[in-house]
């Protein structure tokens, strides 16, 4: 919605040009990836440090579920890309052809490329299933098999 408000925004002052577009969402867009890509790597450095301390509690109720979250995170950035990929798209189309004709003021642009309900209803189960995962994570006999692989791994 940012992108959008700062292209209209452009858009109506009449000085918006093709390469300031592609600046726009391309900055925008660099923002969404690099946090999409940052926490992953924050959720790793965060497990290796738990299991470094030894702290099981930290480690299950903090660490991996926030790795988890990060990486969801990371996969809806990339869905998020496609969605500033086509917005470009629209914003150029229109750009041109406004520009040839002198006004940028009279167009109008409309988006339609919204989820559908079954694509919400997918990532409304897609979370559903994660909390529940995370929940299972907390049983008393995922620790004890946590412990079980600990004490193989250290012979």
């Known amino acids: 919605m940012w992108v959008k408000s700062t292209l209209d925004k452009r858009f109506n002052e009449n000085n918006l040009t093709r390469n300031e577009i592609s600046k726009i969402i391309d900055k925008w867009s660099g923002i969404v990836d690099g946090i999409g890509t940052a926490l992953p790597l924050i959720g790793a450095a965060i497990i290796l440090f738990t299991v470094g301390l030894g702290n099981e509690v930290l480690f299950l109720h903090f660490a991996i579920p926030f790795e988890i979250k990060s990486l969801f995170i990371l996969a809806i950035a990339k869905l998020i890309e496609s969605a500033f990929d086509d917005m470009e798209i629209q914003y150029l189309k229109y750009a041109k052809d406004n ?9 109008k642009i409309e988006f339609v490329n919204l989820p ?24 008393p006999e ?8 600990k004490k193989i791994v250290n012979k």
């Not at 919400?120 to 994570?137: A, H, P, Q, Y």
């Not at 995922?142 to 692989?149: G, V």
């Open 116 to 139: 559908s309900g079954a694509d919400i209803k997918e990532i409304n189960d897609l979370l559903k299933n994660w909390n529940e995962t995370v929940d299972k994570m907390k049983d």
């Open 99 to 107: 520009i040839n004709e002198g006004s940028l003021n009279s167009s």
């Open 142 to 149: 995922f620790s004890k098999n946590l412990e079980t692989i």
